[in-house]
């Protein structure tokens, strides 16, 4: 299967709204990257995780590599968070594979 | 934060052409990548190199391909000849120990 099983692949919220993602991995990778792409393609990078949890404003992540699974999580969805978001793994030989991304769409 | 450069932000070639893509890297970042995304579709890893050397490279990167970091300038990404299917948003990363990467804000290479 897919090295990287990112879901849902698309997300609809209202304003306000919380929800999160989740990245499932095949194998064990040693670290993790989200991002987000907005309607112009840049990617803006939220996180990078080892292991653990980290917050940044409305925004955390958690990466557990045993259970081989990282998950970011939304709170009090804005309009400026739209876009599509991705998760990046990388294994033990450094490649990094691309989660199948999250097409996320706040509405008021 | 620290900002990785790519240059041109758009290029429009005829197939058969060779084109060179370029990236600025963070200056004293020691890993360097290159990342191929089709309109509408995921990222996907070409190539990591680092210490002068290709270290991994994936299906994508055909023959075609090719990098290099001449005296420690830009890290170029090189296809010759370009095909239809080489056009998409190609992104630069850089890293400072192979670890979080940062990345440009990409060029899209449009191949007639």
Known sequence: GMPVEQNPPALSLYEGADSGLRCNFSTTMKSVQWFQQNHRGRLITLFYLAQGTKENGRLKSTFNSKERYSTLHIKDAQLEDSGTYFCAASSNTDKVVFGTGTRLQVSP | ?112
């Open chain 2, 1 to 112: 934060g620290p900002k990785v450069l790519q240059i041109p932000s758009h290029q429009i070639i005829d197939m058969g052409q060779m084109v060179t893509l370029n990236c600025d890297p963070v200056s004293n970042h020691l890993y360097f990548y290159w990342y191929k995304q089709i309109l509408g579709q995921q990222m996907e890893f070409l190539v990591n190199f680092y210490n002068g050397k290709v270290m991994e490279k994936s299906k994508l990167f055909k023959d075609q391909f090719s990098v290099e970091r001449p005296d420690g300038s830009y890290f170029t990404l090189k296809i010759q000849p370009t095909a239809l299917e080489d056009s998409a948003v190609y992104f630069c990363a850089s890293s400072l120990l192979g670890y979080e990467q940062y990345f440009g804000p990409g060029t899209r290479l449009t191949v007639l």
